[in-house]
Every structure is written in C-alpha cells, then in structure tokens.
C-alpha cells in the first residue's frame, strides 16, 4: 500500500526545483565498465538527477535492437552480475542522486529475489524496476523491498497505453517512488511523436496515481522533453544517449543531457 | 494452484503492455474449449487439410527385429510433415474467432513456420516469420517454402541468432502489434495460456493413438517414446494415456555431442536445468550461475532450445515423465535402420525417440507394447543427415549444382 511518508526517491522528485528532470538509461559493461564510469561522470555533470542501471540479461524481451543488443555485447565482453553488483554499489557512494536498478526477472531469481533485494537495500539503491515481473507475480519482491527497503528502496510499477483504467488503478494505488509510463506499443528507441494521444495516456496515469510520473520510450530531443514540461516530472532518455556515447565518446553524453533541458 | 501454474512450473511473466493483450487471447481460449462446436471445426479442419487421423503404423520388420510389438503414429503425414500443423490450424481457427488480420511466429528448424505460413495463406492472414540468423543458413528449404508461401521472413542477428533469440524478437514484434496480430508460438512453452492451449490442440495425436492402439494391439501399450523440444508432440501422445498408469511415458532429449560435452539441449535428463525465469515463464532452463541462458546444441534445431514445456517439468518432477537423451551419433544411426527396416523417413528430432526407444527395447520384457511417435518427417533435414553420412553422391550433387549457378 502507499506509504504513509514519501519514500527517498519521491522526495528526492518532489522537492527538485526543476521544471522536468531527466532519468538516463546504462546498461553495464557497455561497451564497458570503465565507458560506464566516465559516461555516469558526465551525466552527473550536466545535471542528471536520476540514473537506471541496468544489469545485461540474454533474453531482454522488453528492450529494442540498440539496448538488446548492448546487453548482448556486455555479456560477450565477459559481464558478471556479481562485479555489476560491486559497481553499482560505488556508484551509490560516488554520486550523490539516486541510483535505480533495472534488470529482468531471472537475475534476481538466480540470486534469490529475497537476497538480491536485501542487498541492493543495503547498497544505498533507491528502486528497482524489473519489467518482466508483472504485478501478479511481484508480491514477494514488493514484500522484500519493504522488509528490507525502510522506505528507501521502491518497486517501480509500469504504467502502458494498452493498460485500462481499472488495472491503472490497481497497479497506482500500492505505487512508491516514481511510476514508470511506457508512452507507446512497442519496444525502446523508436522515436514517438508527443501527440494528443500520448497526453491523454499522461491524464489517465495522473488520474491512477499521486505518485510522481517518468515517461520513457522514445525521448530522444530538446523538443521532446520540452513537450512534457508541466505534465509529467520524469523524462527518461535511455536509447538516443547511448547511441550518443557510441557515435561521439562520453563527453558527448554530458553536453546532450545540458542541452536537452 | 494458481492459474496457468503446474506445481512450481508455468506461469505469466510477461510485461505490463501485454496484459490485456494475454486477458483477452486467455479468454478466447478458455470460450474455445467450452465450445463443442469448435472443436468439431477443429476435427474437421485437420480430417480434410492435414489428413487425420494419422495412422499408427505397426512397424513390423522392427518388431520382429526386437521382439517386441513396436507401433509407430505417423505425424509426419500431417500437413507439411510434422505434428505443427495440429497447433498452428487450432491457433488459426482462434485468431479467426477474435478477428485478427495478422500473425506473426518464432521457428528453429523452419518446420513450425512453414506450417504457421500454410496457415496464413488458407486462412488469409498477413504473416511474418522470425527465425535466428543462423538457423536461416541451416535452413534454407523451409526459408524459401516460407516465402513462396507469401510469409516475410526476418532473419533474427541478436543474441546467439538461435530460436530463443527468435522468441525474443517475435515478442518484440508483439509488443508493438498486439491490435491486430496474434502470435502464433509453436510449441507447448511460453506465458499462459500458451503451455496449456497448444497441449490442448496437440491432444489430437493421443485420442487417436489410444483408440488406435487399442484396436490394433487389444491393449494399452507398455511404453510410449516422444521426443522433446519444447515438448508438443509429446505433450500431444502422452496426454492420451494420462489417465493409465500403467503406461510409461519416455520423453527424449537432444544428448548432442554427448551430456558429458556439455553441448546437448538436456535440461531434465541431465539433471543441468535450473529453475529460471524467461520468454514468459517458469520452467528448468540451461542457464550459468547469473541466470544467463547457455548456449545448446544439437544435430536437430527443433530440439535446440534452453526451456522445456512447465507441463512437461512438472510431470518429471512428480515422476510420471521419465527422461532420458540420445545423441546426435545414436540418432542418425536409428535413422538408417528406421528408413531401411520400414522405409520410413523420420525427421531427425523425432529420431531421438526412435534412438531412445532401439536402446531401450533390448532390456525389456519380450512382446512388450510399444508406441514411438513420429513426429516429424526427414526430407526437410537432406543436407544435415547428408553430411551426417558422409554420402559421396549427394556431394557431387551440390558441387555440380553450385557450379551451374557459377556458370549462369
């Protein structure tokens, strides 16, 4: 159920003077570790607010080509969830926002979702978001994140254009933290036009939940971000800064990140 | 137990966009099944087009051979030549029901989509087909029957460029198309209700089989063998003699190089799957320490995949499914004796049955009922079980082939 005070995260949203704050997308070991570093140093730099983490899986059912295929290329490369693990711990301590992992259900399972959950907790992580674990099936994770969590480590809920109201409702209600809204059909990286459509699709997800909204899924410009001032607090930017930091060196990442505000 | 679960296995993992989406198709199945009517249509369908029943083939040189009585049921005879014409016309038959105008399905070894596209061109569907980079090389006559038949194939390049990478992308597909698209999984493995629907219209091979055996034999058989992929045909034999315990069920797994190799596709026999989490459900998966789906291997693609059927795990954890592998050596030689004692073609994963069942039946009690279902016929695999034989004729066959596409 909700909380009964805001968690970190949800302050963290809530009390930024920003107009709209963005949300960046890494997939670890891509193209590695050290790339990851310098990339989150930039981002940090140029004032990103919130970083997603997430941990390579080789059946990354909900990504597009360029995510998938970074996971792909992580794990090629040798990744390892244990030293991901240790990697995002350090970077909890190194950047004073908050730190949000994403990864698919196995990863957890391989760990034991309960153990995994206690240690991200432990870490400092401030959500976890799992998009393969529906809400039916998330009821001991959630349980975990508020065993071990104190408030602090959120179970970030998914809102869809194809989700009804009534379901909107339900997943709304026990929502902390932030809720992630997919803006289209589809996978990531496509580019989605911001039309009437998607901003009935933001009036229905501000009327399922008081939690603070990320709209992600094709969030690549200025222009795009500027579309959603006012409506939602979170822009979530994942592909097209990847394929920056591929195309032009990490550097690159922190001036489009300034520039998109 | 919870919906869509048996025991600890099955389940649906799926992301938030396709709820509605699986609400909807689990609700048009759940209509279908209360229907009489639908499943007359079905019976009907698969009796004109597909020309059910199959028969059960007393294999008699065999017999002699073994001495036992060995029964064969003919899946190969289906509709393009494998128990996949049974699911993707039952499949067919729902997506005219819910009045969607396209489908989309994964393929390994091609046989699912090329029944997937017969499907769609009968029922005047749109269809694409998504099958792994490398299984597209392998594969090559199903590719091209694919397209003649009207489907667009797309050749998958991400991950391991295999069938489960194919699952993936078809699911990507999905994601974006559900309005109109219905996607067509092959086999008795995937979110709910995917496991139980396709087991559902492959039971059409052990209603059949049952009778038949009964009439044929005055008996129900001791043992019956299946090989297992994913696990629809044998899903489909065995669910006729569920309800007799005294039948043992054998599902054969791809041995590969050999368990020891570490390069075969056994999840069950070899006591190597894990308990996991991926393409939408919960089953045993061959995966590493970090849950990282592993690499498998086998002579016969359609045996070449990481899960296996919740129902089928769940029937080897209660004990009622023994499991067991055959290599890809022992395979091709059950092939040869199969096509020289009975004349019969087998494609190379059902052949995993028939190798399981010529190792199994020197140990058994003499005039033991036996039942092996072929699921699948040869032709598609030539050039695999050509090389397999190192045949000198088939050889000079291509190298001349190649040589007058050169010149032209």
Known sequence: MHAATPSLLETCIRNSPDPILLMSHLVLGYPSLEENRKVMDAMVAAGVPIIELQIPFSEPIADGPVIARANQESLANGFRVETGLNFIAESVQRYPIPIIIMTYTNILMAQGFDPFIQRAAAMGVRGLIVPDLPLEEAGDAIQSCQTHGNNQLDWIRLFTPTTPDSRLELLGQGASGLVYCVARRGVTGRHTEFDPQVMAFINRCRSATRTPLALGFGVRSREDVQSLRGKVEIAVVGTAAIEIHLSRGAEAVGSFFAGLR | ?408
């Open chain 2, 1 to 408: 137990m919870k919906k869509g679960y048996f025991g600890i296995f099955g389940g649906a993992y799926i992301p938030e966009i396709l709820h509605e989406t699986f609400r909807r198709l689990t609700l048009a199945y759940e209509q279908a099944r209360q229907d009489p009517n639908f499943w007359q249509e079905y019976l009907d369908l698969m009796e004109n087009y597909s020309g059910r029943p199959t028969p059960l083939t007393f294999a008699e040189n065999l017999s002699a051979h073994f001495g036992h009585k060995v029964y064969i049921k003919r899946e190969d005879l289906n509709q393009t030549g494998a128990h996949k014409a049974n699911n993707v016309m039952g499949q067919g038959l729902l997506v005219r029901r819910m009045g969607k105008k396209r489908v989309i399905a994964e393929t390994g070894a091609g046989q699912h989509g090329v029944a997937t596209a017969t499907m769609a061109a009968r029922m005047g569907l749109e269809c694409v087909i998504y099958m792994g980079a490398k299984d597209v090389e392998r594969q090559r006559p199903n590719v091209f029957w694919m397209q003649q038949l009207g489907a667009t194939v797309v050749p998958v390049t991400s991950g391991s460029c295999i069938l489960k990478d194919a699952i993936n992308e078809a699911l990507r597909d999905w994601v974006g198309s559900m309005d109109d698209t219905h996607y067509v999984l092959g086999t008795a493995c995937g979110a709910h209700p995917f496991p139980e629907m396709v087991s559902w219209f492959q039971s059409i091979i052990g209603i059949e089989a049952r009778q038949q055996i009964l009439k044929q034999a005055g008996r129900l058989p001791h043992r019956v063998y299946a090989c297992v992929g994913g696990g629809s045909n044998a899903m489909g034999i065995f669910q006729g003699f569920l309800d007799d315990p005294q039948v043992d069920f054998i599902g054969v797994e791809a041995g590969g190089e050999g368990i020891a190799s570490g390069r075969h596709a056994s999840r069950l026999a070899s006591n190597a799957g894990r308990l996991g989490i991926a393409h939408g459900y919960r089953t045993l998966f061959l995966q590493d320490d970090d849950g990282q789906m592993r690499e498998t291997h086998s002579v016969a693609a359609g045996l070449d995949y990481v899960g296996v059927s919740p129902i089928l795990a769940h029937l080897h954890n209660i004990g009622r499914v023994r499991f067991a592998s055959a290599s890809d050596q022992e395979v091709v030689a059950a092939l040869k004796i199969l096509m020289q004692k009975e004349g019969l073609i087998g494609a190379l994963e059902s052949t995993h049955a028939v190798a399981r069942a010529f190792a199994e039946m020197p140990h058994m009690p003499k005039d033991s009922v036996i039942i092996i279902n072929l699921s699948g016929r040869g032709d598609k695999d030539i050039f695999t079980i050509a090389d397999a034989l190192g045949d000198p004729g088939w050889r000079t066959f291509i190298l001349d082939k190649a040589h007058q596409y050169q010149k032209s």
